[in-house]
C-alpha cells in the first residue's frame, strides 16, 4: 500500500501526476534525475553498498556493479559530503545512516555518562 493511495475527505491525497511525475531537481527546464543518474534500482544498490555495507569499489566490482559507475557514484557521495556536514542532523532510519560517526541522540535531553 502506498501512502499516496490514501483518499482525503475530498477524494486522492495526491493527484496521479505528481506521483508518475520523473523525479528532477527542477533546475533547469525539462530536467530529470535519469539524465544525470543511473537508473534508481542500480543507485540504490551501489549506495546500500558504499554507506550502509562499507564496501569498496573493488567489492561491489566484483558483486556484478559496472566499475564506471561504482566510482561515478563514489565521487558524487565524496562530493557532496559537505552538504550532510551543513545540514541539521537528521533522524536515524538506517543501521549505518551517513557518516562513521557514533551518533548520539540530541533532542531529548540525552547526555553521555563519564566514568
Do not use: C
Amino acid at each position: 500500500h502506498r501512502p499516496a493511495d490514501g483518499l482525503g475527505p475530498a477524494g486522492p491525497v495526491m493527484p496521479e501526476r505528481v506521483i508518475t511525475k520523473p523525479p528532477s531537481a527542477e533546475l533547469r527546464e525539462n530536467q530529470t534525475d535519469q539524465d544525470s543518474l543511473p537508473p534508481y534500482d542500480v543507485l540504490d544498490a551501489v549506495l546500500e553498498g558504499l554507506v550502509e555495507g562499507e564496501k569498496s569499489i573493488n567489492q561491489l566490482v566484483e558483486a556484478g556493479h559496472d566499475r564506471a559507475t561504482v566510482a561515478r557514484v563514489w565521487k558524487l557521495l565524496d562530493r557532496a559530503e559537505y552538504k550532510r556536514r551543513q545540514a541539521p542532523p537528521g533522524v536515524k532510519i538506517t543501521a549505518r545512516a551517513f557518516g562513521r560517526d557514533r551518533r548520539y541522540p540530541i533532542t531529548n535531553g540525552f547526555t553521555r555518562l563519564v566514568v
